[in-house]
């Protein structure tokens, strides 16, 4: 074990500090030239200023151009540099074309039934148009004959995760952004080598960004060799890339075509409380039985063709083909997914049509809230117009400084009447919204800049399921469990810390 935890933190220092000794390098030999040369300085100002003008004239998010802007501003030979190495927000032109090319492919598999749409219309013309957006933007279809169901921690989704996998005929598909060794992933990993030996298709995705401290570079291999098909997203290597900013950040099981599984939930022992972490780990998921299913399963196989190479034969997963009868019906339920290589904010967007269309409440759980002016206005502005707005964050963080970066969002939200609880017993790591009694999301996406802006992302929205209803009871009683934070106890904070506070919000979008 010691040896593997060596290998593992070796190769983590590898990576950074390669990274920093070619960033630090190349803004060294900025430094030499410029100083050599004097004419290095001039060119050095006009590239900074053609940056600020570039950005600027962009279509991206505002603050995230402040940020930058304020970075080369303040150190121009630095500030360039990083921005140049790591400041992008698109993907890697190979990457992109793969992506596009794999997008058009699927999205001829991803039909719109007129006829959900219109019952769904029918029933509520705000969730129709909520339900528009998914599907004429993202490209994922609302279905009805699917079955919900709510998991409130993840002791609860990983019994029943295991149980499905042990059901499994056909294939089992996984994408996971964490996955590190433990009771959690040895269960696991003993089901799907097994169900390999026995002749199903049974894939692995993983991040190589959230696995380089829990698993060796090896790890692909390993699991090949147990007849496991695995691909790397994004696998590192010891030179600045900004692909370093997009990760594969979704968690999703695809079990024969008809069972399906995402939330907050990675595949390590916190998640399911074998292992202590920052105190009770409170995490999501959501289960789902039918229709629904394929948007995750095209999701997965676009994602898989992508890194494979491989072109799928998508109709050979679907729903019925191994389940041949009818699928029972709980409202309609619309999985998606969000990339950064469209510029459309779907995570975000879909967030905002909640708050925004809310009569009587938004429950909202988020491990940070790292938000933007079009989130903060919307918040505030639900608050303001009388709409119940609750929102739970931990009260042990995982990252301290982004703890206080969150907390520093407060003082506003506070003022216009939104309500703040923090979760007392340990760490929140659910991403989940429900709102009237009828609209619920549970997904990967955070309220921060990287989960909205630069990770691929995905979700279920939900409206009128038995889920949505569960996911109210736990909020109601996750209340209880909190401190609600008062305007007088946010003000109480020293003026130092408001001081550092202000600075964070200044560089939010880049942490």
Not at 4 to 32: M, Y
Not at 185 to 210: F, H, P, T
Request: glycine share 6%; hydrophobic share 45%.
């Amino acid at each position: 074990m010691k040896k593997t935890s060596k290998r593992l933190l070796g190769r983590v220092i590898t990576v950074i500090l390669a990274v920093l000794i070619q960033v630090i390098w190349l803004i060294f030999a900025v430094v030499v030239l410029r100083n050599r040369f004097p004419f290095i300085a001039t060119v050095i100002n006009v590239v900074s200023v053609a940056a600020i003008l570039w950005l600027t004239s962009k279509d991206i998010n505002p603050s995230y151009k402040l940020a930058w802007t304020t970075l080369i501003l303040a150190v121009p030979i630095v500030g360039a540099v990083i921005y140049l190495v790591f400041g992008k927000t698109w993907l890697g032109r190979d990457m992109k074309w793969k992506l596009n090319r794999a997008l058009q492919e699927a999205r001829n598999h991803l039909e719109d039934d007129e006829r959900i749409r219109e019952n769904l219309e029918r029933v509520d013309g705000s969730a129709g148009r909520q339900a528009c957006y998914i599907s004429d933007t993202a490209g994922f279809p609302v279905y009805q004959g699917t079955k919900t169901r709510y998991f409130r921690v993840g002791e609860e989704l990983y019994a029943t995760l295991l149980q499905e996998l042990e059901r499994a005929e056909h294939f089992i598909f996984m994408e996971y952004f964490i996955i590190d060794d433990g009771e959690m992933w040895q269960s696991i990993l003993n089901i799907l080598e097994n169900k390999a030996r026995m002749g199903l298709d049974v894939r692995l995705i993983y991040d190589d960004w959230g696995c380089v401290s829990t698993m060796p570079q090896e790890f692909q291999l390993q699991l090949q060799r147990r007849g496991i098909r695995c691909e790397v997203f994004n696998p590192l290597v010891p030179i600045p890339s900004v692909l370093l900013n997009n990760r594969d950040h979704r968690k999703i099981t695809v079990i024969d075509g008809f069972i399906a599984f995402t939330g907050g939930i990675n595949l390590a022992d916190e998640y399911i409380n074998r292992r202590e972490r920052f105190g009770y780990w409170k995490d999501t998921g959501v289960m789902l039985q039918g229709e629904a299913v394929w948007n995750f399963t095209v999701m997965f196989l676009q994602m898989w063709s992508v890194l494979s190479g491989e072109r799928p034969d998508y109709d050979r997963f679907r729903p019925h083909v191994w389940h041949e009868q009818e699928f029972e019906d709980d409202g309609f339920v619309q999985p998606y997914g969000d990339t950064p290589l469209d510029h459309e904010t779907v995570g975000e967007s879909i967030y905002l049509n909640i708050i925004n269309r809310a009569r009587r409440y938004v429950y909202i759980f988020t491990p940070y809230l790292i938000t933007d002016n079009e989130m903060m206005t919307a918040l505030k502005l639900a608050s303001k117009s009388g709409i119940d707005v609750r929102i739970v964050t931990p009260g042990i963080p995982d990252k301290k400084l982004v703890f206080l970066l969150t907390q520093s969002y407060y003082g506003s939200l506070l003022e216009a009447g939104v309500r703040i609880f923090e979760y007392k017993p340990g760490f929140l790591h659910a991403k989940s919204f429900v709102s009237d009694d009828q609209i619920a999301v549970v997904g990967t996406v955070n309220l921060d800049y990287r989960s909205l802006y630069l990770h691929f992302e995905c979700g279920v929205w939900m409206y009128g399921s038995e889920a949505v209803m569960q996911i109210k009871e736990d909020a109601l009683e996750l209340f209880q469990e909190c401190e609600e934070i008062t305007l007088e106890m946010y003000r109480s904070k020293g003026v130092w810390t408001r001081i550092w506070q202000s600075v964070l919000r200044l560089f939010a979008p880049l942490l």
